[in-house]
C-alpha cells in the first residue's frame, strides 16, 4: 500500500482554505496511488489558534469543517489534525475519515506546556490509542474513553480490499515520551503515524531525528513523521517530514520550508526506500525560515507589500535582501532617511543594494524636520546638553515617516533591528523599533553577518564594505555601535548563555568571559526588558526567543549575584 505524507501549510482560522487545501492534497494523493494520506496536527484549523479554541463558535465551526471535509474527501483514507470538543473538554485531536465518514479519533495524551507551547491552557489529555487497519481487513479502533465511553474498541467497515497494514497514531509531542508509541503497539500498530506542528529552530531537525530512532528502537515500529509547514505569527514551521523504517533508516524526507506530497510504499508494513531531500546549511535553514516568516506575515495578513529604512548598514541590507527574495522586488519599497550624519558611503550603498535587488528607492532628508523638533524644543532643551534625547529624535523621525507611507500604501513596515540590540536596548522606542513585524529579532549579529555572506554567496547583492565597515546607528559624529557595547562576538556569546541557556551572571563568567562584559550586558538585558515588551513580533529562530518563550517581568527587582 501507499501512504501520502501531506507537508502542508494551513492559515489559523482559515477553516474553508484550510479544508479545500486538504482536499487538494488528497485528490493529488489518490491520483499518485495512496491509499493513506496523513496531514499534520490540527492542519484543520491551523497551528496554534490560542485563544480561537476558548469561543464555542470557534469550535463549532471546526466541526462543520471536518464534516465538510468528510464529504470532499471520500476515495483516499485521510488522518487530519483537528481540534475537537466534548462534554465541555477540548482536545487535539486526529480523526481517520474514510468514505466520507469518521470511522475512528485519537485524543492527543502529552500536552507541551513549555517554551511556545501552552496546550494545558486549552487542551484535555487523552487516554488510549487509535489503531486500524487497512485493505481488506476490519478496522480495530482504541480510542479514548472520553468519546467512545466502556466500550473499548469498535470494527468500522472494511476498506478495499488488499494487504492489512495496521497504523498507529501519534500527535507531536506523544511521541516524545515512550508510552504512547508503545500502548499503540500493545494494541497491534506495526507503523506509527506521527502528526506534528513542531516550529523551526537551529539543530530542531537533529533533535527530531534522535528522538524518532529511539522510539523505533524501542517499539520496532516503522515510523511516519509529518509535519507542517509555514509562518505562523513568530512561529516557522519548517516542514522536513521524513519516514524511518523498523531499523530507524531514514528512507523519506521532504524538502523544508515549502509544501510537498510524499509518497511511501508499504510492504509488509516496512516503508521501502524512496526520495530523500539533501539537508541544508545552517545558513540555508535559517534563511529559509526568514523567508517564509516574512512571506506568510505578509501573504497571511493580506499586507500589498513591504516597506523598509535602510541606512547602508549590514541589518537594513540583510532585511531587504530577505524581503525581495520572499515577496519579489514589485512588493518591497527601500526608504533611505539620510540626516547631516549619514556619510556618504552610506548612500551610496543604499542606492547599490536597491539596483541590485531592484527595488523602488526614496531618499527623503529628514534635517529639515529634525531641525523643526529642535527649534520646538529649544525652550526646553536650553542650557541642557546634547545627549541621547537628540539621537532618539532622528530614530523617531524616520519611524513616524515610514509609518506614514505604510498608512497611505497600506504596505508594512519591517523593522531592521537584530537580537543581540533588542537584547540590550540598542534600540528606540517609537523610532527604528517602529513597524510591524521583526525579520532579525531572534538574530545575532554575528549570524547577521554569516546571512549577508550566504545570500552574498547566492548572488552579490549586499556591497562588501557593508560587510566589512564597522556597524554605526550614525546619530552623531563618528560613532559606531562599539562605543555603547562590547565587541559583537563577546556580546552575543552573553547573550546567548544568559538569554538562550539561563545561565547565571557567574555561569556564563566561568566561561573565560570577562566578569565586567557579563554584568554590563546583564544589566542592559535586564533595562530594557520594558522596550522589548513594545517591539514588534519577530521570527523566532533560536531555543529561546523574545515572545512567547520569554516572559520576564518589566517591574522587577531581583537582583542576579556577580561574584
Known amino acids: 500500500m501507499k501512504i501520502a505524507i501531506a507537508q502542508l501549510n494551513a492559515t489559523v482560522g482559515d477553516l474553508a482554505g484550510n479544508v479545500s487545501r486538504i482536499a487538494d492534497f488528497a485528490a493529488r494523493a489518490r491520483r499518485a496511488g495512496a491509499d493513506l494520506m496523513v496531514t499534520p496536527e490540527l492542519a484543520l484549523c491551523g497551528y496554534p489558534p490560542e485563544d480561537l479554541l476558548l469561543r464555542e463558535d470557534f469550535l463549532v465551526a471546526c466541526d462543520q469543517a471536518l464534516e465538510d471535509l468528510a464529504k470532499r474527501v471520500r476515495e483516499v483514507t485521510l488522518v487530519v489534525g483537528h481540534p475537537r470538543h466534548d462534554a465541555g473538554k477540548r482536545y487535539n485531536s486526529a480523526s481517520v475519515i474514510q468514505g466520507g465518514q469518521v470511522i475512528g479519533v485519537y485524543d492527543k495524551q502529552r500536552l507541551p506546556n513549555y517554551t511556545v507551547f501552552d496546550e494545558e491552557r486549552y487542551f484535555e489529555p487523552g487516554g488510549g490509542p487509535c489503531v486500524f487497519g487497512m485493505n481488506g481487513v476490519s478496522f480495530g479502533v482504541n480510542i479514548c ?225 529634525f531641525d523643526a523638533f529642535l527649534k520646538a524644543l529649544a525652550g526646553e532643551f536650553k542650557g541642557l546638553p546634547a545627549d541621547a534625547t537628540e539621537e532618539n529624535l532622528q530614530s523617531r523621525i524616520r519611524g513616524t515617516l515610514l509609518m506614514a507611507l505604510s498608512n497611505k500604501s497600506g504596505a508594512l513596515v519591517l523593522t531592521t533591528g537584530n537580537k543581540s540590540e533588542m537584547g540590550t536596548g540598542y534600540a528606540t522606542l517609537y523610532g527604528d523599533m517602529a513597524g510591524g513585524f521583526a525579520v532579525l529579532k531572534d538574530i545575532n549579529k554575528m549570524m547577521v553577518y554569516r546571512l549577508a555572506r550566504y545570500r552574498n554567496g547566492l548572488a552579490p547583492v549586499i556591497p562588501q564594505r557593508v560587510i566589512e565597515r564597522a556597524p554605526s546607528a550614525e546619530l552623531r559624529p563618528d560613532q559606531t555601535d562599539q562605543d555603547s557595547l562590547p565587541p559583537y562576538p563577546v556580546l552575543d556569546a552573553i547573550m546567548e548563555a544568559y538569554v538562550e541557556n539561563d545561565r547565571s551572571p557567574a555561569e556564563i563568567a566561568a566561561l573565560g568571559l570577562s566578569a565586567k562584559d557579563v554584568e554590563r550586558v546583564v544589566q542592559l538585558v535586564r533595562g530594557s526588558e520594558y522596550k522589548r515588551r513594545q517591539s514588534p513580533v519577530g521570527i523566532r529562530i533560536t531555543p529561546r526567543g523574545f515572545g512567547k518563550d520569554w516572559r520576564f517581568p518589566i517591574t522587577n527587582k531581583f537582583r542576579h549575584r556577580f561574584e
Not at 521532504?254 to 506530497?261: D, I, Y
Not at 530523500?276 to 540555508?284: M, R, T, V
Open 145 to 369: 474513553e472520553d468519546t467512545w465511553g466502556a466500550e473499548g474498541p469498535a470494527t468500522a467497515r472494511p476498506g478495499a480490499a488488499g494487504r492489512d497494514a495496521r497504523v498507529g497514531i501519534n500527535i507531536c509531542a506523544d511521541s516524545w515520551n515512550a508510552e504512547a508509541p508503545r500502548v499503540a503497539r500493545a494494541a497491534g500498530a506495526s507503523v506509527l503515524l506521527v502528526l506534528n506542528a513542531s516550529p523551526y529552530h537551529l539543530d530542531k531537525q537533529r533533535v527530531r531525528y534522535d528522538v524518532m530512532r529511539q522510539r523505533v528502537a524501542e517499539t520496532g515500529l516503522s515510523l511516519v513523521y509529518v509535519n507542517l509547514v509555514g509562518g505562523q505569527d513568530e512561529l516557522v514551521f519548517d516542514g522536513g517530514s521524513f519516514v524511518l523504517n523498523r531499523g530507524g533508516v531514514l528512507t523519506h524526507r521532504l524538502p523544508m520550508f515549502e509544501e510537498a506530497l510524499g509518497l511511501v510504499t508499504l510492504t509488509d508494513g516496512d516503508p521501502q526506500p524512496g526520495e530523500i531531500a539533501g539537508p541544508l546549511a545552517a545558513e540555508a535553514e535559517v534563511y529559509g525560515a526568514l523567508m517564509t516568516g516574512v512571506r506568510d506575515y505578509i501573504g497571511k495578513n493580506g499586507f500589498p507589500g513591504a516597506l523598509i529604512g535602510i541606512s547602508g548598514g549590514i541589518d537594513s541590507a540583510l532585511t531587504l535582501a530577505i524581503a525581495v527574495d520572499a515577496l519579489g522586488a514589485e512588493r518591497v519599497r527601500a526608504v533611505m532617511m539620510p540626516s547631516q550624519y549619514t556619510a556618504g558611503m552610506s548612500v551610496e550603498d543604499s542606492k547599490a543594494e536597491a539596483r541590485a535587488l531592484k527595488v523602488r528607492y526614496t531618499e527623503i532628508a529628514i534635517k529639515p524636520v
